[in-house]
């Protein structure tokens, strides 16, 4: 009506093109994170990287002064606390060498404890007679792939579990199954053995998950050899020095068998696995038969088909990389205890006549 003061509901129809929609905190402040991110991002990858080869670096040259001391006090302990023999780990270092000896079991690369690896066995008269033999290396806990594998309650019982009383016994694996988890050749295996594979096929799964390789240093390692050499290696040749660690091993497992060797690399973990008598030993064990070059593998090592034994020629092969290097070749160990980094067609010879 005339003279009255009108008020007219906001309309509903779309707004024209000369007005302006208003922007809200919310989304101004999305926006900006997102542009702050993209520039973190461009930043990281243009300008970090060459601050971390120099961290990476770095880490590399201290943890080679840490090795240098700890060659100096390992020789010390070996020849007064320890009748002239190197100690077989480092726990057994720790708990019983001088307390400032104690940082030295630490890769500065990791700031872990058991974090340098002890090749066990070594005398000081080997510093003559292996002087280029591997003492100790930087590692990581996390490529203890076997640490588990004699665990007595890995799976359930069926003869001791009562399904109607809601009793579950659970029990430790067999050799047998053992072997079967770390190769997964399940059918390999009697089936009278098995109660239930596909538990056994869980467990290998659990393992494969829970066990990786996380190293210190991005491709390779700094290693101690027995005459105290300290040096960096790339993955290929901590592979060949891990051969001849295996070597020492199997060559024992041969040695109480009548002169015969396992049937395959992961008989002798299970071997070594299940030994009772050198517990102090176990931190090697349980890394035994990984293969640094290529650790997606439980056993990263294969034998011949045909059985070894110790009166074979020296220049039998005994074991090799279980996977090769693309195009190039792969590490064999012989009954001599060489070891070769062998082409592919070298390989190829090697194996047919090994037939």
């Known amino acids: 009506m005339p003279g009255e003061s009108s008020t007219h509901p906001q309309s509903d129809e779309p707004r024209t093109s000369g007005e302006q929609p208003r922007v809200s905190w919310i989304e101004l402040s999305f926006v900006?994170?997102?542009?702050?991110g993209v520039g973190f991002l461009l930043t990281v990858l243009f300008l970090y990287p060459r601050d971390w080869a120099a961290e990476d670096k770095r880490k590399v040259e201290l943890c080679q002064q840490n090795?240098?001391?700890?060659?100096?006090a390992l020789r010390e302990y070996a020849s007064t606390r320890n009748g002239m023999k190197f100690p077989p780990?480092?726990?057994?270092?720790?708990?019983?060498?001088?307390?400032?000896w104690l940082s030295l079991g630490v890769c500065p690369a990791c700031y872990r404890?058991?974090?340098?690896?002890l090749i066990p066995g070594w005398t000081m008269a080997d510093v003559n007679d292996h002087p280029k033999d591997l003492l100790c290396y930087d590692y990581n806990e996390d490529e203890l792939r076997y640490m588990k594998l004699a665990d007595p309650d890995q799976i359930i019982d069926p003869e001791k579990s009562d399904k109607a009383s809601n009793t579950i016994v659970r029990r430790g694996l067999t050799k047998e199954e053992q072997w079967a988890v770390l190769t997964g050749k399940f059918s390999e295996v009697p089936s009278v053995i098995f109660d239930n594979r596909d538990?056994?096929?869980?467990?290998?799964?659990?393992?494969?998950?829970?066990?990786?390789m996380a190293h210190n240093h991005k491709?390779?390692?700094?290693?101690?050899?027995?005459?105290?050499?300290?040096?960096?290696?790339?993955?290929?040749?901590?592979?060949?020095?891990?051969?001849?660690?295996?070597?020492?091993?199997?060559?024992?497992?041969?040695?109480?068998n009548d002169g015969v060797f396992p049937k395959d690399v992961a008989w002798a973990v299970v071997n070594a696995v299940t030994e009772p008598d050198k517990p102090e030993e176990r931190w090697l064990v349980h890394s035994l038969a990984i293969d640094p070059a290529d650790d997606t593998e439980f056993v990263g090592y294969e034998m011949p088909a045909?059985?070894?034994?110790?009166?074979?020629?020296p220049e039998t092969m005994l074991c090799y990389s279980k996977n090769p290097v693309p195009l190039i070749g792969r590490n064999v160990l012989f009954l001599d205890g060489r070891v070769k980094f062998l082409s592919?067609?070298?390989?190829?010879?090697?194996?047919?006549?090994s037939k």
């Open 89 to 100: 780990e480092m726990d057994d270092f720790l708990h019983h060498g001088k307390l400032e």
């Open 67 to 72: 090795l240098r001391s700890l060659y100096d």
């Open 219 to 256: 491709e390779g390692r700094n290693v101690l050899l027995l005459d105290g050499t300290v040096k960096w290696v790339d993955e290929g040749e901590f592979s060949r020095m891990r051969l001849a660690v295996l070597y020492r091993v199997l060559v024992k497992q041969a040695n109480a």
């Open 199 to 212: 538990q056994l096929r869980e467990v290998r799964d659990k393992y494969l998950r829970e066990q990786t």
């Open 344 to 353: 592919v067609a070298d390989f190829a010879k090697l194996i047919e006549t």
């Open 32 to 36: 900006l994170i997102i542009f702050a």
């Open 306 to 313: 045909k059985r070894i034994k110790l009166s074979d020629p």
């Open 113 to 117: 404890r058991f974090s340098i690896q």
